[in-house]
Structures are given as C-alpha cells and as structure tokens.
C-alpha cells in the first residue's frame, strides 16, 4: 500500500507489531509508538496492542481461525469464544481512533481480515463516510464457512459496508452465495460484469473483485539498476550452467512448501537429466514464528530439504539452496531477475504478489512460470503460465521438466504477455478501480 498512499496521501492507521509491554529499543520505532510519524506523504497513526491482544486478536481470532478457515483449512482452526470477543474489542479501538481522525469528506478503507467489525462499530457512532473494505486473502466456499460459529455475525459485519472488495470472481461468488443461504438476504446483480448490489435494510452494499497487484515499473526498473545487476550476475557466476528455479514463500502451511518440494524431489527421480543441470532455490521469509504450528512447518521442509540435497547433492550441485531470512529488495531483485522459472504453488492464496513481481523483474522476458492453479493470480496469469494442481506431485515433477525444457519462443512469447498485462492492471489501476466504485452512489 505504501506506493499508493505516497501517490495519493492520507492516514494509515495500523498495528506497528509491537505491544505496550515490549521493551523498544529503535529510536524509529519509539517516536511512532508515542505520536505517529509523517512519511513522505501520508501519515502514520499506531494503534498499539497489549500482549493480551496480540495473543488473542492477533494470532488468536485473526491467524488461527480466519487465516485457516478462509484457506479451506478448518481442522486447523482453533474455535475460542474469547477470541471472538477479544476480536471484537480491538476492532472497536481502531474505530475509535477512526472517528478521531475522519473528516467528514475521507473515504475510509479497511484492510483484510484482521477489521471484518470495524463498519459496525463506525456505524453505531453515527459515522456518515462511505467505508469501503477490502479482503487480501481467499473467501471460503460455503460449506467450509459455515464451520465458523460466528458466520452470521462475520457477514453481517461485512455488509456494514458501503463497497466490499474481493481479489477474485470466485471469492466474490463464495461471499454472495453466504449471504443468500445464511442471512437469506436477496443479491442483485447489475449491468456491468464485475458488480453486484445487496439490499441491506436501507442501505446498499456494492461487491466486486478488485485483483491486486504491484507497482509494476518500480520492479521492472528496479531489475535493470546497476546494483541489481551486479547481483544478479554474481548469482549465476557462482552457480554456472544451470537453470535456477525460484521459490520465495512467507512461512505459511498454505504456502504448500512441503509439497513443492516433494514435487521437486520427484522430478529428479524422474529426470536424471535435470541432475546438476537445475537448482532450486527456495527462500522462506520468516513469519509468525513463536506459533507452535508454524515451527512444526519449518522443521518439516528443513528435514525434507535435508533429505533431498543428502540424496542427490554431488560434487559441484547442489540441488536446493534453502534460505531462511528476510531479503533486502536489492537482493529479492536480483534472484528474480537471474532465475529462469518460478516455482509458485500455494494451496490457497487470495492472489500471490511474488509471481507478478517475478514477472515485472523478468526483463529479458525468458522466465517461465510454475503456477498453482490455487492462486488468485492463476485468473489473470493462468492462461500463460504451467498450472499445476500443488496437492498432485507428480504431474508438478512433470510441470518442472516441462519448463526446463520449453524452448526460447515459447518462453519469450508468454513472458511478454504476462509482463504486458501485469503493467496494464498494475496497483495504480487497482487502487483507481476500487476508489471510482467507492465514489458511486
Ligand atoms: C497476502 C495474501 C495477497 C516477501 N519476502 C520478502 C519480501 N516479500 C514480499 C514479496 C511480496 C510480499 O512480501 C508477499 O506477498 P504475497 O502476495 O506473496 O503473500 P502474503 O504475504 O501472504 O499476502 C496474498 C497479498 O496479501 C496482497 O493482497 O496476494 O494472497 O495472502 O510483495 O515481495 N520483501 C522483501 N524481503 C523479503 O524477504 N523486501
């Protein structure tokens, strides 16, 4: 969101991550926990949370029931009604601060699924700006929603708002059909393709998906700096003669990393000649890690990566270089710009940024893309892209063989229609579309 609130301006209100209770020491930090900052254009307003709230919003309600649920996964959701009210509550706080803040004019825009409640609770304080509300992560089908015991008031919560935005037409039917079988309520389709009215009560709620993306010439520029290629260089000057292929995945079980590297594993077995002709190269961003399940994950693929590189490693090859830490954004350019085919297979993802930033950073246009058909993005990129079904690992070991050896027309052809459409809708034209319906009557 950063490039289009420095675009635009405004007030980003948020959680900074850090809890009244922790001892800070970064003198950045310090100044916007006690009074906000002014970055270059907008404002910054902390919220900042108990420890109590971090552990029960925050990982609680936010990250282990909605983040499972809504990825179709709900025998990992842990149901608390403490949770709920403890949701609840911090909800009411940003709207507090919200009410605070508002000028009558501002169009307010809340943010995934941590603020489902907010548009309740400005609406009981009377507030007359129009709230619009965007959801960055999958919305379930309705027999994986209806498991939520709170599922009414999850929905009624949502049609508080005056615009509800979706990244896909399928996350948008998923939502429309909850409404009509758990509230009863009536949707209204409109003429255009894209927009659906609810009636809800008095007031009318719009919905529509909205696919997000990236700020497309900044990666694309970025690429072909100096710095960038300088590094990228580098890379392949160390790893010679061989494709790279390229993983890079927050810690999440939705992320399907264990599968991704089974189905890596299976391609070597499959193709011996892939042996010290390819690696991969998967980079795990650290997240959420004092949560005892994604410990477990990470310990998971440290194993299997263990077991594959034990087993084909040879003089000279590695098979998977595995890297856990954050990158700078010099460094996560540089191995988009230097690896031939990315490797993207969640089991569930509201888009996936990392594809269409592979893409834009692709500037000689001969990448590939290994794409899970699970992915937001498979709407918009699918057609150009090898769509593999991620639980399925042997057809993945096949889609890897497919890509290493596409030939260079094939590959040049669909990168540059992928590239093209990735600049055409690009975060810009996101954040105009959302803003041109938020405006409407
Ligand atoms: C949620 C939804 C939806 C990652 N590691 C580093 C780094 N990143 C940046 C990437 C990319 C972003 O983080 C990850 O975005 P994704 O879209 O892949 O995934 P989520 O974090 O799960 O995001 C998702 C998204 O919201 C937007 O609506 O697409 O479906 O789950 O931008 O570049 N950036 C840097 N260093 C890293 O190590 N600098």
Redesign the pocket.
Known sequence: MAPVLRDRGGIWLGWPGITDEDNISDKKLKELMEKGIKDSGYDLEPIIFSHEEAEKYYEGFSNEIIWPLFHDLPSLCNFKEEYWNIYKDVNERFASKLTEKAKPEDFIWVHDYHLINVATRLRKRSLTNKIGFFL??PFPPLDVFLKLPWRREILQSLLDYDLIGF?TQRDKRNFLQCVRRVLRFRVQARGTKNMVYIKNHNRKVSVAAFP?S?DYDSFAEGAESENVAKRAWFLHENLPNRTLILG?D?L?YTKGIPFKLKAFKRALEKYPELHKNISLVQ?L?PSRVHIPKYRELKENIEKLVGEINGKFTELGWVPVYYIFR????EE?LAYYRTSEIAFVTPLK??????VK?FCASNIEETGVVILSEFA?AAAQLGEDSILVNPYDVERTADAIYNAFTSDYTYRKRRMRKLRRSIKKYDIFWWVNEFLEYGKEE
């Open positions: 960055h992560i990244q997000i990236i890079i927050r999440d980079i961003v954050s990158m700078t954004r996560l993802d509201g888009m996936n940024l990392v930033e937001g």
